[in-house]
């Protein structure tokens, strides 16, 4: 449940500062929903061999950079105008880190797109979709959930966002796994395959990001660092 406790962000003497303040999180968010539209059409866009949606994602990952640089640049007038402290420190901060961690998330659908049109170019469905749609809607899930907590300030959710983390991974080795048996029994398949391996990876690391994201949430919430720590600690951190 969210941390009602913490969930303060707002309640300033200044209506001028709440509002700035909201109005930063508000323009975070809307570049959250278009970085997991990205994703989202980047594996739809693969699977389907569609390679006009893939040219779509690409030509809106400027937009995507654009975002990320107007938050940047919000965040920073905030601390130049309001010197905040305590929470609302916490809350620029993360704000900043985690805006970093949407925009490579947006560089990663940009190159699943890339690989997208490869593929449909080469015209053959490789190996590996199964494992694509399947990790795709793992790490999108986890990137909503993410955001989610941020908008909500839920700090258990943060955490069972983290807890995915390794669950991401041991699927991304599996998959590894099956392609590279595909290629040892048809050495054809090895450039298509590599192709999807990239693209596995692309979204291993999306879930590195949601992590990320996840993590500074429970340091917004709870004022405490769990980036680097063992998960016994954020559990501790979140559970106090």
């Not at 996840?214 to 680097?228: L, T």
Request: aromatic residues 4%.
């Amino acid at each position: 449940m969210p941390d009602k406790k913490d969930d303060v962000y707002g309640d300033h003497i200044s209506n001028k500062f709440n509002d700035e303040l909201m109005a930063l999180k508000t323009r975070f968010l809307k570049m959250g929903g278009l970085v997991e539209t990205q994703i989202d059409s980047a594996v739809k866009a693969l699977v389907d061999g569609n390679g006009y949606l893939a040219e779509e994602i690409r030509a809106k990952d400027k937009l995507v950079d654009r975002m990320e640089m107007d938050v940047d640049e919000e965040a920073m007038l905030i601390i130049a105008r309001r010197q905040p402290t305590a929470r609302d420190l916490r809350l620029v901060i993360s704000v900043i880190r985690m805006v970093a961690d949407l925009e490579r998330v947006g560089d990663e659908a940009k190159k699943i797109a890339k690989f997208a049109i490869k593929l449909s170019e080469e015209g053959q469905s490789p190996q590996g979709y199964v494992e694509v749609r399947h990790i795709g809607a793992h790490v999108m899930g986890m990137l909503h959930d993410s955001l989610d907590a941020f908008a909500r300030l839920d700090s258990e959710q943060a955490l069972r966002v983290m807890k995915e983390d390794k669950r991401v991974d041991e699927e991304y080795q599996g998959a590894a796994r099956t392609l590279l048996t595909f290629m040892m029994e048809d050495a054809r398949n090895i450039s298509r395959c590599m192709s999807v391996m990239w693209v596995l990876r692309a979204l291993e690391r999306v879930g590195d990001h949601a992590c990320n994201i996840a993590e500074n949430v429970i340091f917004m919430v709870k004022g405490e660092d769990v980036r680097h720590t063992p998960m016994e600690e954020a559990e501790r951190v979140v559970g106090r």
